[in-house]
């Protein structure tokens, strides 16, 4: 089994944009209150730091990119993106403050795009949905507020340039009910509330998104799995 720690050390190009306020939130205890959206108030000022934690291999696109979270075993934590054919390694950003950190519905990406689902919370609203984009190949993420999380019933595709945002109904005989489509090409627009605004995401209709795409690996789910072995 490939050892973790040996592919971060050996990675030529760590990239660690928008990083720095994360580690200020979880190493410094004068920095609590930047705490990201969707950092478990148990880690940092609070806690150990997140350092402290393993890193779990989370899902895998294809043969060389994959993506780990490092946290508890609840995968709540910092999310990594991985392309080990260019040498990157990138900290995305946090996800958690739920039961479980990793974004659990329907998962496909057939694409040179990158696109990560991530779990906040919010006392007002509940958990939500959020999705760290990249059009520079994983170097450098964008984030956008998707809306609400629903677990199981969120389907996340990326096919090419098109990313949809599905929500489905649970019901086998009626199947999706809401589906927006973004362009992960270029910057998304977004409102003060981090959404995007309804140029920047038009609703489509359930003949058009292509629920039949999986990723490169087959994999259609997200897990939590230990990847640091000796």
């Not at 780990?68 to 075993?73: E, L, S």
């Not at 984030?143 to 090419?160: E, K, Q, T, V």
């Not at 998304?188 to 058009?208: C, F, K, L, W, Y």
Request: aromatic share 12%; proline share 6%.
């Amino acid at each position: 089994m490939t050892n973790i720690n040996r592919l971060i050390n050996d990675s030529p190009r760590t990239v660690r944009a928008g990083f720095a306020a994360v580690m200020c939130a979880l190493a410094l205890s004068g920095c609590s209150a930047l705490m990201p959206v969707g950092v478990p108030s148990n880690f940092g000022a609070h806690g150990p730091s997140i350092d402290s934690f393993p890193e779990h291999f989370a899902y895998r696109i294809d043969d060389h990119r994959y993506i780990t979270t490092q946290g508890n075993d609840r995968c709540q934590g910092m999310l990594y993106y991985y392309d080990t054919q260019a040498g990157v390694r990138t900290a995305v950003g946090p996800t958690g403050q739920i039961d479980r950190g990793t974004f659990s519905g329907y998962y496909a990406a057939q694409s040179q795009y990158v696109a990560i689902p991530s779990i906040g919370y919010s006392e007002i609203s509940g958990p939500l949905l959020y999705i760290y984009y990249s059009y520079d190949r994983g170097n450098t993420f964008k984030r956008f507020l998707a809306g609400s999380y629903a677990g199981n019933f969120d389907m996340i595709i990326l096919d090419g340039k098109k990313l949809y945002v599905v929500r489905n109904s649970g019901d086998p005989t009626k199947g999706i009910y809401v589906a927006y489509l973004y362009d992960v090409s270029h910057e998304i627009t977004t409102g003060d509330n981090q959404q995007a605004i309804r140029s920047e995401s038009p609703s489509v209709t359930p003949s058009q998104v292509p629920i039949r795409t999986t990723s490169p690996s087959g994999k259609t789910k997200w897990a939590c799995e230990a990847t640091a072995h000796d």
